[in-house]
C-alpha cells in the first residue's frame, strides 16, 4: 500500500513538474492548436451551412468541439505569452493583458454562445442554428476586434 502511494505521489509531482516546465513559446503553440481546431469546426459548419442540405451530424460534432473548447479560452493566455514575451508568432494584442477583465468578459461571451450553439445544434433545426451560429461568429468578431492583430 504504501509503494502505491509512494507511486501516486510521484505521478502527481512529475505532472505538477511538467505543468510548469511547459515554456512560453509551448502555451502559445498549444493556444494556436486549440484556435484552430475551433477555427476549423466553425469552418465545417459554415461550409455545410452553404449546402442545400447541411448535414446535420457535421454540425452537431462541430459545435461540441466549439462548446468543449470555448470555456478553457480565458486560461490559454498566462502571463508571459503576449507578444513581446515569446520567439513564435502570436496574433494576440497586448491588450489581453493590460485589459484582462474585458478579454474574460469577451471570452465569457463566447462560451455562452457556444453552448447555446451546440444547444441548437443538438435540436437539428436548421433556422435555430444559423441563428446561433450568426451569434457566435459575432463574438469571435468582437474579441478579434479587439484583442488579435488582423495580420495574423
Excluded at 502559445?28 to 469552418?43: E, T
Excluded at 449546402?51 to 451530424?57: E, V
Excluded at 474574460?104 to 450553439?117: D, G, I, L, R
Amino acid at each position: 500500500m504504501r509503494s502505491i502511494k509512494l507511486l501516486v505521489s510521484g505521478l502527481v509531482l512529475a505532472g505538477a513538474v511538467a505543468v510548469h516546465a511547459a515554456t512560453p513559446d509551448d502555451a502559445v503553440n498549444a493556444r494556436k492548436q486549440n484556435f484552430k481546431q475551433i477555427g476549423g469546426a466553425a469552418k465545417a459548419v459554415g461550409d455545410t451551412l452553404k449546402t442545400p442540405a447541411p448535414d446535420l451530424a457535421t454540425i452537431k460534432k462541430s459545435a461540441a468541439t466549439i462548446a468543449g473548447l470555448a470555456p478553457k479560452v480565458s486560461t490559454w493566455f498566462p502571463a508571459g505569452t503576449g507578444p513581446d514575451k515569446v520567439s513564435v508568432k502570436t496574433g494576440a494584442k497586448p491588450e489581453i493583458w493590460s485589459d484582462n477583465a474585458g478579454f474574460k468578459a469577451a471570452a465569457v461571451n463566447f462560451s455562452k454562445a457556444a453552448a447555446e450553439f451546440k444547444v441548437a445544434a443538438d435540436s437539428g433545426n436548421l433556422d435555430a442554428i444559423k441563428a446561433k451560429m450568426g451569434a457566435l461568429g459575432g463574438t469571435c468578431k468582437a474579441c478579434h476586434d479587439k484583442y488579435r492583430n488582423k495580420d495574423s
